[in-house]
C-alpha cells in the first residue's frame, strides 16, 4: 500500500465559475465565461454556468462533505468579478464576505483553504479593452491580488495566481474553444507574456502579507509518435508551447528561443526583458495540474487526420497520436506514469521547489443508481493509480507536499458544459443533490489508514 509522510497535504480542487453559479448576485460582474457561454453554439450542451452547483449557497454543506472525506485542504478560486466587477476600481465588499465565509468555513473543519486568484473568470469589461492581449490586464491583475491580500490574507495562507495559463493563452487567444474564443494566431503569445507578467505582479503583492504564493501549470510529457526528425521536431515544439514557455520564465527567468523563433515572434519579445526578473520571482511551490500525456507526429502533407486541424502557433502540421492507451470519456490517454515523468522534469529544473499535484482526476459517463449509489469503478481506479505514483515520487525523494482530486462536485466542464462529470461526488443539477461516489469511499477509506 501507498504510505505518505504525516504531513502530506491532501485535498480537493474546484473553479468559481464550474461550482458556484449566482452570476448576478451581491453584485458580481460579468465575465468572460459568462458572454461565451450565452454565446450559441460554444458550449457542447448549450449549457452556462449560471447556476451550475449552486455553491455560492451551498459553500457550507460542500466543504462538509470534503472534511466528511478526510481531506484537509480545499483549493478553491475566487471570481475576479466577484471582488472587482468592472475589473478595476475598488472593491466589492460583498463579494469578498462570501470568500471570507468560505474560508472560515474550511477553518472550522479543519481544512485549509487553498485560493486561486485566477481560474479563467475575466471581468468582460477588461476583455473589452483587450483582454491579455493587452499589458494593462496584468496590471490590473496586480491591483486585484492586491486587494485580496488586504481583505484575505489573515484567513487564506496558502495562494495560487493563476490557473493553467496554457489554457487562457492558447485556447481563449489561439483556437477559440475558450473564452474568449478569440483566434489570434502568434498573438496568443501575447496573452502568454501578460498573463505571466499578471502571475509575477500578483506573486509581489502576495508576499508582502508573508503567506505562501505558487502557480498551478498543466505541463505534461510530449513524446515523439515516432524516432523520424519531424515527429522530434513536433515534439520539441509542442512540448515548448505546452511546457517550457512557461516554466522557463517562471523558474530560469528565460523564454525559450526555438519557442519564439517557431512562432514568429522574436522580435516582439525582445521588449520584455526588464518583466523576466518579476516573472521569476521566488515562488514558494509549483501546482502540477496533470491528466495524461501527449504523442505527436508532423505527417508530411496536408493533415488528414481526423479531428480538428490545430491552430495553436508553432504547431503547424501537428497531429495527437493514439498510441493505444485507455482513455477516460474526455479521449485523454491513461498513464499515471506520466505524473511522475512531470514532477520529474520540473524536479530537474528547480531541485529545491516544493510540488504540488493541484489537479488530477478523469470523467466517465457515471450511473447513479435507483439506490442512490455510483458506482465510478474507473474513476477510482485511475486515482488509486495517482496515488501510487504521488507516494512513488516522494519515495524517490522529491519534494512533492500534497494532491488535489479534480474535483469536488461534478461541475460545469467549461465546453463539455455538464456533459463530462469530474466530481467525486455526484451532483444532480436538476435537484442539487449531492452523492458521494464509490471512489470518494476508496479516498476516504485510504485516508483513514
Ligand atoms: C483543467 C481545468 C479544470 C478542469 C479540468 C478537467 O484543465 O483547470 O478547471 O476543467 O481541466
Not at 478553491?76 to 471582488?83: D, L, N, T
Not at 501575447?190 to 504564493?213: D, F, R, W, Y
Not at 458521494?436 to 483513514?448: I, N, P, T
Amino acid at each position: 500500500m501507498s504510505t505518505f509522510p504525516d504531513d502530506f497535504v491532501w485535498g480537493a480542487a474546484t473553479a468559481s465559475y464550474q461550482v458556484e453559479g449566482a452570476v448576478a448576485e451581491d453584485g458580481r460582474g460579468p465575465s468572460i465565461w459568462d458572454t461565451f457561454a450565452h454565446t450559441p453554439g460554444r458550449i457542447l450542451d448549450g449549457t452556462n454556468g449560471d447556476v451550475a452547483d449552486d455553491h455560492y449557497h451551498r459553500y457550507a454543506d460542500d466543504i462538509r462533505l470534503l472534511a466528511d472525506l478526510g481531506l484537509k485542504a480545499y483549493r478553491f478560486s475566487i471570481a475576479w468579478p466577484r471582488v472587482v466587477p468592472t475589473g478595476s476600481g475598488p472593491a466589492n465588499q460583498a463579494g469578498l464576505d462570501f470568500y471570507r465565509r468560505l474560508a472560515e468555513t474550511c477553518l472550522e473543519h479543519g481544512v485549509t483553504p487553498y485560493a486561486t486568484l485566477y481560474h479563467w473568470d475575466l471581468p468582460q469589461p477588461l476583455e473589452d479593452a483587450g483582454g491579455w492581449l493587452v499589458r494593462d490586464t496584468a496590471e490590473r491583475f496586480r491591483d486585484y491580488a492586491a486587494l485580496t491580500q488586504t481583505a484575505l490574507s489573515d484567513v487564506i495562507s496558502h495562494w495560487m495566481t493563476l490557473n493553467e495559463p496554457w489554457c487562457s493563452a492558447f485556447l481563449g487567444y489561439g483556437n477559440g474553444e475558450h473564452a474568449p474564443g478569440r483566434t489570434e494566431g502568434a498573438d496568443a503569445l501575447k496573452a502568454v507574456h501578460h498573463l505571466l507578467l499578471g502571475h509575477g505582479l500578483a506573486l509581489q503583492e502576495i508576499k508582502t502579507t508573508g503567506n505562501s504564493v505558487g502557480i498551478a501549470l498543466n505541463p505534461a510529457p510530449v513524446h515523439p509518435a515516432s524516432t523520424s526528425d519531424a515527429d522530434r521536431d513536433a515534439a520539441r515544439r509542442i512540448d515548448g508551447l505546452r511546457n517550457r514557455i512557461f516554466l522557463e520564465p517562471l523558474l530560469l527567468g528565460k523564454y525559450p528561443q526555438d519557442v519564439l523563433e517557431d512562432t514568429g515572434t522574436t522580435q516582439w519579445f525582445e521588449q520584455f526583458d526588464a518583466d523576466l526578473p518579476v516573472i521569476s520571482g521566488p515562488l514558494d511551490f509549483l501546482g502540477v495540474n496533470y491528466y495524461c500525456p501527449s504523442t505527436v507526429a508532423a505527417p508530411e502533407g496536408p493533415i488528414s487526420a481526423p479531428g480538428r486541424p490545430t491552430t495553436q502557433p508553432g504547431s503547424e502540421n501537428v497531429v495527437a497520436v493514439d498510441t493505444g492507451l485507455a482513455k477516460t470519456q474526455m479521449g485523454w490517454p491513461i498513464q499515471p506514469s506520466g505524473l511522475r515523468d512531470i514532477l520529474q522534469a520540473i524536479n530537474d529544473l528547480a531541485p529545491e521547489l516544493p510540488l504540488y499535484v493541484t489537479e488530477n482526476g478523469s470523467a466517465y459517463p457515471d450511473e447513479l443508481t435507483a439506490d442512490g449509489t455510483v458506482e465510478d469503478v474507473e474513476r477510482q481506479q485511475y486515482l488509486e493509480q495517482h496515488v501510487a505514483i504521488s507516494a512513488e515520487v516522494v519515495a524517490a525523494g522529491l519534494p512533492l507536499k500534497g494532491y488535489f482530486a479534480w474535483t469536488l462536485l461534478d461541475n460545469f466542464e467549461w465546453a463539455w458544459g455538464y456533459s463530462r462529470r469530474f466530481g467525486l461526488v455526484h451532483v444532480d443539477y436538476a435537484t442539487q443533490e449531492r452523492t458521494v461516489k464509490h471512489s470518494a469511499l476508496w479516498l476516504k477509506g485510504f485516508l483513514a489508514r
